[in-house]
């Protein structure tokens, strides 16, 4: 046999063997959007079943025009003074169209939360946008000719922010109000709607604060005491927020910085039973000093933590992901699993600092024991570094977007700003779990705290077990944290036949704000593992 031939047949087995691999992994990757004509830095999903894509201002010609005669005028842009780029833009989910939107002021690493009506609160950013106040009310798409389709930003003139605020957290709270927590040189929190004291000094985030400010968008979750889990650095505490004061110091967390700019990520995991415990993870992130160093090689962190946050004596508990990640986003499904997805496998966050893009996502399964909770996902094969997002879409599948780990947009270099948005499928939307999937036909559109109501669902096969009835969050996604994340898993009674394939389920609504705060929800019916496409139903007193 000759060398050529022994090569090709060589090359070939490696070829099958990767094509089969790939194939025998769980979920799917579809492309959506093959130039959204910006990279999205922020992203967020609506009630109206839209989604907001949101960049920074100050950056340069991006690849989308606004409309005629609506130009940006800024005299102090260092690039554009005159700026008749879109830097914002709405994607519509039923038909994957783009529509440019006008923001004026900043965005740049800002942070931001949905308020109790739907609306959009976007908070603080870079230069002009500094000490901004934002927001963005949906509207429905679907008549693209009729003034309902001219929502866009409004840039509010009577208020701002008490301290600046650039790379803060937002989170709603109990009450409806949202808690804007930290931002570079901002060790302090305030409230929208304002209170009167204020910005209040928050002395934790000067506690962490390294020399490479490893306390920047801190990991914030509102327990179902009503207090909250605040994360920054490598140490974590329960903060009350009305008397200002520390409940609780948590125990470090071993291997290094975990929060920006040598982020991992971390999520709250579903709320159930009597809402009384909540646990937190926090996954991946850089090595001490590959930031300040600028070093792009140095391996990232493969190991998670994971904490009963509500716990008298919570202790981190130890497991390792099957690739080590820098700046990955978690993802809480519909099921309360977790996918992790998106980042790198060396360097760390910043322009031009991450190498080795971690392509595989992995499913973090919480029930699990610790050893068999992470499962291997199907890679996709665009690249997504700093500045990308993952959101969890009302279909079930995840929305991919964003991705530029440089100053302006660059189409040349290894990792190129990236404008395509694509979706990743877990493995319940293959086509052999179709007639397990449940599908509404009765559910309320708003629901009070404490009631009880009833959903109805039509499956294919007969029904099994407990129908759950979850309820998830929209947050708002940005550098590898998706703030206000939250999944509620509702007590309810067993599915009730009522005629061929058709089940009555009773539920009860969460108790109050603290486990569920007042806005709008995706609600999944779950069968088996599999959820249904989500209704919107709003949660309100």
């Not at 429905?140 to 309902?148: D, G, L, V």
């Not at 570094?385 to 530029?404: C, E, K, Q, V």
Request: contains cysteine.
């Amino acid at each position: 046999m000759s060398t050529t031939s022994r090569n090709w047949k060589l090359l070939t087995f490696i070829l099958f063997m990767f094509i089969r691999t790939h194939a025998d992994l769980p979920g799917s990757w579809e492309l959506l959007v093959p130039d959204a004509g910006i990279a999205s830095m922020h992203t967020a999903v609506t009630h109206t079943n839209t989604v907001i894509l949101l960049d920074r201002t100050n950056i340069g010609p991006s690849r989308k025009l606004l409309p005629p005669h609506r130009c940006r005028h800024d005299p102090n842009d260092p690039v554009l003074k005159v700026d008749c780029y879109a830097h914002s833009a709405l994607l519509d989910l039923t038909t994957n169209s783009i529509r440019p939107l006008m923001i004026l002021t900043d965005t740049w690493c800002s942070s931001g939360q949905f308020l109790p009506d739907g609306t959009l609160l976007s908070t603080g950013g870079d230069l002009d946008g500094f000490t901004k106040i934002r927001k963005f009310t949906p509207c429905t798409e679907s008549t693209p000719n009729s003034a309902s389709s001219l929502c866009d930003w409004q840039e509010l003139e009577d208020i701002q922010l008490s301290q600046g605020r650039w790379y803060a957290t937002n989170q709603i709270l109990p009450d409806g109000s949202i808690i804007i927590i930290g931002g570079r040189a901002s060790p302090s929190v305030e409230f929208y709607p304002p209170r009167k004291t204020g910005a209040v000094n928050f002395p934790f985030l000067n506690e962490v604060e390294d020399n490479q400010m490893d306390n920047l968008y801190p990991y914030v979750h509102l327990l179902p005491n009503g207090h909250l889990f605040i994360f920054a650095n490598n140490k974590a505490v329960m903060y009350d927020y009305n008397s200002h004061s520390i409940v609780k110091n948590y125990p470090v967390l071993e291997g290094g910085p975990r929060s920006y700019p040598s982020a991992g990520s971390s999520a709250m995991l579903a709320l159930a039973g009597d809402y009384s415990s909540a646990t937190v993870v926090v996954c991946g992130g850089a090595k001490y000093g590959a930031y300040l160093h600028r070093t792009t090689d140095s391996p990232a962190n493969g190991s998670c933590g994971r904490i009963e946050a509500t716990r008298p004596d919570p202790v981190w508990e130890m497991e390792d992901m099957p690739f080590a990640r820098i700046m990955g986003d978690m993802v809480v499904l519909p099921t309360g699993d977790v996918v992790i997805i998106n980042g790198a496998q060396a360097g760390t966050q910043g322009f031009e600092l991450a190498s080795n893009p971690c392509l595989n996502p992995v499913l973090y399964r919480p029930d699990q024991p610790v050893g068999l909770r992470f499962m291997t996902l199907n890679p996709g094969v665009v690249p997504r570094m700093y500045h990308s997002t993952a959101n969890l879409l009302p279909d079930g599948r995840i929305l991919i977007a964003g991705s530029n780990p440089h100053y302006f947009y660059n189409f040349k270099r290894a990792f190129p700003t990236e404008l395509r948005i694509e979706s990743f499928s877990p493995e319940y939307l293959s086509a052999d779990k179709a007639n397990l999937r449940p599908v509404f036909v009765e559910l309320p559109e708003k629901v009070a705290y404490g009631a009880a109501f009833d959903a109805v669902v039509t499956v294919e096969l007969p029904v099994v077990g407990v129908v759950e009835v979850n309820m998830a969050s929209a947050p708002f996604a940005t550098h590898s944290f998706s703030q206000g994340q939250r999944l509620v898993k509702l007590s309810v009674t067993s599915a009730i036949p009522e005629g061929p394939g058709r089940y009555r389920i009773g539920c009860m609504a969460p108790p109050d704000g603290r486990v569920a705060p007042p806005g709008y929800y995706m609600v999944f019916a779950v069968n088996q593992g599999v959820p249904s496409i989500a209704q919107w139903v709003h949660l309100a007193s």
